[in-house]
């Protein structure tokens, strides 16, 4: 078995027991619905400040075929930005998404609260599971990308691309928070759909990233 394949499997356990870490912190503060939707937004915020530094970091050439994506990046196709400057990927990447995570991040601390008739979030357990997330996307970053020196076969445009999909599962995730809520007004009812379905976007999400940093390793 390759080496890089072995990695991306211990990866994968990862991510799994950072979701199942933080079941068992909001199972710890009494099931509090308010708390993990912010610790989810929290951890977008995260993920897009690493792709800031992957991008600053990137040393690898693109491939058109490693850059498939259904929606364009600030107004252009993604593979317009193939051989721009890093400055010019990274602005695109921070136009996309700061201020559609800025407008979520105020949704989700206010009104969803009053819509959904949910109790407010307490700080601390917000801070628990927050990073009790983010902790597996920072010793990816620092054991896979820096540590296994995958700065060098990635490219920055590539790289552009991944983050939408994570955006995508976010609003997905309020959404089917929000229809859970509606549905029942039971917290652990909602806690447990919600882990499930970010689990599931997170592993997804996780293995297409894994494909493409090995088909990396083949050219």
């Given at each position: 078995?390759?080496?890089?394949?072995?990695?991306?499997?211990?990866?994968?356990?990862?991510?799994?027991?950072?979701?199942?870490?933080?079941?068992?912190?909001?199972?710890?503060f009494?099931?509090?619905?308010?708390?993990?939707?912010?610790?989810?937004?929290?951890?977008?915020?995260?993920?897009?400040?690493?792709?800031?530094?992957?991008?600053?970091?990137?040393?690898?050439?693109?491939?058109?075929?490693?850059?498939?994506a259904?929606?364009?990046?600030?107004?252009?196709?993604?593979?317009?930005?193939?051989?721009k400057?890093?400055?010019?990927?990274?602005?695109?990447?921070?136009?996309?998404?700061?201020?559609?995570?800025?407008?979520?991040?105020?949704?989700?601390?206010?009104?969803?609260?009053?819509?959904?008739?949910?109790?407010?979030?307490?700080?601390?357990?917000?801070?628990?599971?927050?990073?009790?997330?983010?902790?597996?996307?920072?010793?990816?970053?620092?054991?896979?990308?820096?540590?296994?020196?995958?700065?060098?076969?990635?490219?920055?445009?590539?790289?552009?691309?991944?983050?939408?999909?994570?955006?995508?599962?976010?609003?997905?995730?309020?959404?089917?928070?929000?229809?859970?809520?509606?549905?029942?007004?039971?917290?652990?009812?909602?806690?447990?759909?919600?882990?499930?379905?970010?689990?599931?976007?997170?592993?997804?999400?996780?293995?297409?990233?894994?494909?493409?940093?090995l088909?990396?390793?083949?050219h």
């Amino acid at each position: 078995m390759h080496p890089s394949w072995k990695r991306a499997q211990w990866s994968f356990v990862g991510v799994l027991l950072a979701n199942l870490a933080s079941l068992a912190v909001i199972w710890w503060f009494d099931w509090q619905v308010h708390a993990l939707l912010i610790a989810y937004w929290l951890e977008a915020g995260v993920v897009g400040g690493i792709y800031v530094q992957k991008i600053s970091r990137a040393e690898g050439t693109d491939d058109l075929e490693s850059i498939r994506a259904f929606w364009n990046i600030a107004g252009e196709p993604p593979r317009s930005y193939i051989g721009k400057p890093k400055g010019d990927i990274l602005g695109a990447l921070l136009e996309q998404y700061v201020l559609i995570w800025l407008l979520l991040g105020l949704y989700v601390a206010g009104p969803l609260v009053g819509a959904l008739e949910i109790e407010p979030a307490s700080p601390l357990t917000v801070v628990l599971i927050a990073v009790s997330l983010v902790v597996s996307h920072i010793y990816s970053y620092w054991a896979e990308y820096l540590g296994n020196r995958e700065y060098e076969r990635r490219g920055p445009v590539s790289l552009l691309v991944e983050p939408a999909a994570r955006f995508v599962a976010l609003f997905g995730v309020v959404f089917i928070g929000g229809l859970a809520a509606n549905l029942t007004q039971e917290p652990l009812g909602v806690v447990v759909v919600l882990i499930f379905f970010k689990t599931c976007a997170d592993l997804f999400q996780h293995r297409r990233e894994r494909k493409r940093v090995l088909r990396t390793h083949e050219h």
